[in-house]
């Protein structure tokens, strides 16, 4: 059972920088698609950006391409979400999660980290 605790949250204030980690444990990741979401108060879960097995391929969303970036270190058993110039509305609780089918079409998350608090103040 793969468990996935995610890291690097907090405050920030609007135009700064954070980097996420999601680091796993209980079994490898190195096969999975991984993925990162967000959830803000009174909304839905978001997707924000995916990444595959070897790291070749990533996809994002609209509303934070350009500005985030996500990465994986197989051998460290990471990924890894930079977050640069961020808005307020960036403002949630982000998640990542890992598809072990290895195909960034199949968006079948399984494996949910517990989240970290993004706090963006302008």
């Known amino acids: 059972q793969v468990h996935l605790v995610e890291s690097g949250g907090g405050l920030v204030q609007a135009g700064g920088s954070l980097r996420l980690s999601c680091a796993a444990s209980?079994?490898?990741?190195?096969?999975?698609?991984m993925g990162w979401f967000r959830q803000a108060p009174g909304k839905e879960r978001e997707f924000l950006a995916a990444i595959s097995w070897s790291g070749g391929s990533t996809k994002y969303v609209d509303s934070v391409k350009g500005r985030f970036t996500t990465s994986r270190e197989n051998a460290k058993n990471t990924v890894y979400l930079q977050m640069n110039s961020l808005k307020p509305e960036d403002t949630a609780v982000y998640y990542c999660?890992?598809?072990?089918?290895?195909?960034?079409?199949?968006?079948?998350?399984?494996?949910w980290g517990q989240g970290t608090q993004v706090t963006v103040s302008s």
């Open positions: 209980g079994g490898t990741i190195r096969t999975y698609v």
């Open positions: 999660a890992g598809d072990p089918s290895g195909f960034m079409s199949t968006m079948n998350y399984i494996y």
